[in-house]
């Protein structure tokens, strides 16, 4: 703990964490249930025994009760830290990705919570619609951090950050359709073989 950072605050973060992890528990298991379009903030907010209040002033929408993406923006951004801009940005980001893949796989908990939201992502519109907005707004701040520290040039860095964005969703999406056909697979090793096929689209 350093003097600027008192004692309460890790304490308070990790209350918000807490409390932001069981809002989105609640909402997964009443989106499941009803739906989203049944499912109301009220709801979630007695789910999880807190206020409506409370509720938007850590989520702001139902949708965005289950879309919490702040452990992934911020690993995005100390990427950025940690790029060596002297070397290809390309296997630097497919690294990145693949270690954050793992983590999640070692991570059972969230393993298991993050397949049931993909899920729902893609049975609900209105959530797949929230979905792909939060993933725009986190790309294109990716893409001005990678810019400006690199120095390389905004168009190169758009294209390389969106074809890594299509990969992923392509992994994650052939990771769900498994998954309910009870295979047993892992998110990285789809990862792997999205990249050798579209890698392999340059011989067609």
Known sequence: ???????????????????????????????????????????????????????????????????????????????VAMLDASQPLRPQLVAFWREQMADLEADLEGHRRHLRIRRLIGDEPTLLAAALRQEHERDERFVASLVEATGRDELHVRALVEWQSVLIRLAIEEWVRASADGDDVRLQAIYDRALGALEGCETV
């Open 1 to 79: 703990m350093t003097s600027e950072q008192p004692a309460g605050v890790g304490l308070r973060e990790r209350r918000r964490s807490q409390t932001r992890a069981e809002i989105a528990e609640a909402a997964i298991d009443l989106f499941e249930r009803q739906g989203v379009a049944a499912t109301t903030v009220e709801d979630i907010a007695a789910a999880a025994g807190i206020s409506p209040r409370t509720f938007y002033r850590l989520c702001g929408t139902k949708e965005q009760a289950v879309l919490d993406d702040e452990e992934i923006a911020g690993a995005m951004q100390d990427a």
